[in-house]
């Protein structure tokens, strides 16, 4: 009868012990020779059995066959880390069959062996063998896939009792050596190895495809791949992935459900971070100009390699070793690209390069380039505006002395072409609302490899929202001052009160003008990008050379107002009423009719107005830490007082 009952722990049912259904393996009741209490301790044991034949149902079902013949379009589990979750599940019930030898052996020696005793040597399992069925149940109901399996993993193993805490611990060691292996691969190869969408680093909208039949030496690879060196695994045919994305296009990603929480989401960024760098730098290396041999791993790859195998090797993850061997390869990486980037790619000319064109560093440039654009920008864009504009600005850079014919081919001025300037609209439009080219006008730059790393298309876009601004105060100044040279050079002409009143509205306008590019060239542009080239000067990391870059965009767009809606709006109206008066001012006859005093009169009201909007702004932030910057332009326009004495109105007689 004890070897049947061992048989029964085996899950084998037998004469005395049968299945149930709902209730699992049983003592056959109501046995005369068996005292109650005997029957309930055999029993107590069953649940052993019928939990071991649960156990060994799903290993045989997820852990055995070919994992090309799973589909994955199903919603049945698949993939390697279930397999490897088998394996450890296997490994943990090693103990519980050790455990029924002995007392096999121990039976075969006293065949009056107690089942009281069974029951005791057998008592761990009564404690183990519950959380592990529901942990596979999470697996199961949750369709648990990848690296999510090992988070369902480790939150279980947070069980107080050490039986349960080692058991799940061994079932994470197989699962983490696979996850080992896989951060092998992509942190020192830029390559994923991940053929069943496992890994927490995955393509964006990477479409999802069922295998091709593999023979039965690729099933072995497939379960094999625990053994694999870093190299070795790099051997491994993917044929679902065929993308080659870059670093600056962000095709990789986080999948959050994919990630196990016991990883912090920055430092599983450090991880994405390396292996783009190093897929980039392997895809595209030979458009390097240098000598820079090898890859950016192959100084120190057996190290790092070394360093991620022994910690695989710790019977419990250690998060803290964890993070600083990952901190320790992300620095070696970003080390190599910060020499590579800026000592390699010369960074700090092409900053000042996105400095001398985009920020209006070449004030003499976009002079000669207003002059000879502005009859062709001043209206609507039509299909050939683009193609005059850029031969005007190639000619404007020849009259400044640019002769860096490589350097002018990279630049490229766009103009779109507006759906919203239609003839209805033209027809119940005033001139000012209507888009004109110079609304349209922007820049677009051809970046090098590897620059284009650090300059991403988001931040061209930024670079190109602030020079739109800032060509759009330069205009403004050079109409303003054109305006004065008509005025100086017919001064006879203006000597009437009328003239008298447009002298004194063009020099407030030209004040406050004057004083705004001041602020945007000096106390914006300059000081921040002196920040810049400290902060890339004292550090050899090329993420915080990334990051002072980007912080340096956000100071412009913040300081030169963009973000600031209210404020924005309200230089733009200044700046366009300033623009309408140099067009009335050159386009109007001299005396001025009764029209054009009137439409006079509109625009010195308007540029009260908005200029007083201004000042209040201005005044209302002046004390806030916050905006600081609000309060060094109002420094600039009310040096003297002049502003605040005449109640925060420009342009009033």
Known sequence: MLHELLLALKGHCGGLFKEHT???????????????????????????GTYYKDFREFINHFGSGLLANQ????????????????????????????????????????????????????QDFHLLFPILASTIDQVVSHKAHGCYILDILYKNSMFGMPVVRNALNRILFVCHGLLFKQLSSWMLHGMTSDPYNEFFVQLKNKIKEAPASQTTEDDEEELGIMGLTGRQLQKINLNSEKEEPSIDTGQYSIAADLLPSYIPIRVA?????????????????????????????????????????????????????????????????AEYLWVLVVEESGLRGQLKIMKDFFLLGRGELYLAFIDQAQH??????????????????????????????????RIHLIVPLSSNNNKKNKSNATESDIETGWNAL?????????LHIFFTNSILDKYNRVFRFLLAVRRTQQDLQHCWSIQMNNKAAFVSPTASTTWQ?????????????????????ESQYKILLDKINSTKDFEAAKLAHEHFLSSLLAQSFVHMKTVFACLHEILDQCTQFCQLLVAAENPMNETDLQLLQNIKLNFQRHSSLLFRILSGVRNQTTRSHLAQLLLRLDFNKFYTNTGGQLGSS
Not at 98 to 118: G, N, R
Not at 322 to 328: A, G, S, Y
Not at 442 to 449: A, C, E, K, N
Request: aromatic content about 8%; charged content about 20%.
């Open 442 to 450: 922007g820049l677009t730059y051809s970046v090098q490899w590897p």
């Open 269 to 333: 960024n450090k991880i994405l971070f390396v292996g783009e760098s190093v897929q980039m730098f392997e895809r595209d290396k030979h458009k390097m100009k240098s000598s820079v041999q090898g890859t950016i791993m192959s100084t120190r790859e057996e190290e790092f390699a070394l360093d991620l195998h022994e910690l695989s090797k710790l019977p419990e993850f250690n998060s803290v070793s964890f993070e600083t061997i990952i901190d320790k390869i992300r620095a070696h990486a």
């Open 376 to 409: 062709l920008l001043r209206s609507p864009a039509v299909t050939t505006t683009e193609h005059d504009v850029n031969r005007a600005f190639q000619h404007a850079a020849r009259n400044v002395l640019i002769d860096n014919d490589d350097l002018l081919h």
């Open 505 to 525: 509205l063009r020099t407030h306008m030209a004040f406050l003008v004057d004083n705004l590019q001041y602020y945007l060239q000096v106390d914006v542009i």
């Open 22 to 48: 709902n209730e699992g393996i049983m003592l056959v009741p109501n046995l005369p020779f068996m005292h109650t209490s005997e029957m309930t301790v055999m029993n107590q044991l069953c649940k052993l």
């Open 71 to 122: 589909p994955q379009d199903t919603e049945d589990l698949y993939g390697l880390y279930i397999k490897c979750l088998c394996q450890g599940l296997d490994n943990v019930l090693q103990d519980y069959r050790d455990a029924l030898l002995d007392i096999e052996k121990q039976v075969l020696h006293d065949a009056h062996m107690p089942v009281s005793q069974i029951a005791c040597q057998l």
